[in-house]
């Protein structure tokens, strides 16, 4: 069990931008979630996949948002026409789906944070 | 709307000291809760979870908390802080309705003075 890997750690860019990241989840899990968390406040739910399947993107915050998970296995979040209040750390979880079981905790990466100047 | 309030942004004890630290939730029924820490410049840690098989649950690092459903709360506990236990808390709640995502609360940071 390697963790949740992301990609890259840190992100400067300037704004009006495109900027990508990846995330790796823990490899037997079939369930892969992003949030935002703004400094000084929790993280904030954007989507989430089971599988290759994106069953819940409503929270995204703008259609600049949007993420893949195209073989099941990696997932990327982009965003376009990056804006200043895009800053934030981007996180990445995982877990996974036991029979149902809703009490499955769901492991975190360390984050991709985004800087826009 | 459902929602998760933790009570006290910055909570400061002495080492060897109680620490405590509140989450309430709003909700009528009993939802799936967690309590995560956040240590600088790293994602969330899973220091417990309420499984409804009991009403105190034990975590790591010696923490535990406590389901209290009249109250709707989920406290977390430790009888003896230690200076690394200075971090960032975060009540996190499944709510039935709200399918797999997870709702947290705006978090607390915990100093321990020596």
């Known amino acids: 069990d390697t963790g949740v890997s992301q990609d890259p750690r840190h992100k400067i860019t300037k704004r009006g931008q495109n900027v990508t990241f990846r995330c790796d989840p823990i490899?037997?899990?079939?369930?892969l979630y992003w949030y935002r968390q703004t400094l000084g406040q929790g993280p904030e739910f954007l989507t989430y996949f089971q599988n290759e399947a994106q069953l819940e993107k409503s929270r995204l915050l703008s259609d600049r948002f949007s993420a893949e998970r195209p073989k099941g296995s990696f997932s990327t979040l982009e965003i376009q026409r990056t804006e200043q209040g895009d800053s934030a750390m981007y996180l990445c979880?995982?877990?996974?789906?036991?029979?149902?079981?809703?009490?499955?905790?769901?492991?975190f990466g360390d984050g991709t944070r985004l800087s826009i100047l | 709307a459902q929602s998760v309030t933790q009570l006290g942004s910055h909570v400061s004890v002495s080492e060897g000291a109680l620490v405590l630290l509140r989450c309430n939730y709003s909700?009528?029924?009993?939802?799936?809760l967690f309590w995560y820490v956040q240590y600088p410049n790293q994602g969330l840690q899973l220091l417990l979870k309420?499984?409804?098989?009991?009403?105190l649950v034990k975590g790591i690092n010696g923490f535990e908390a406590e389901f209290k459903k009249s109250e709707t709360s989920f406290h977390l506990t430790k009888p003896s802080a230690h200076m690394s236990d200075a971090a960032e808390y975060f009540c996190a709640v499944r709510f039935n309705n709200a399918g797999n995502m997870l709702t947290f609360g705006g978090g607390t940071r915990l100093m321990v003075k020596p």
């Open positions: 490899s037997e899990h079939n369930r």
């Open positions: 979880a995982s877990s996974p789906d036991r029979g149902g079981l809703r009490n499955q905790p769901q492991h």
């Open positions: 309420y499984t409804s098989a009991a009403t």
């Open positions: 909700s009528s029924v009993p939802p799936y």
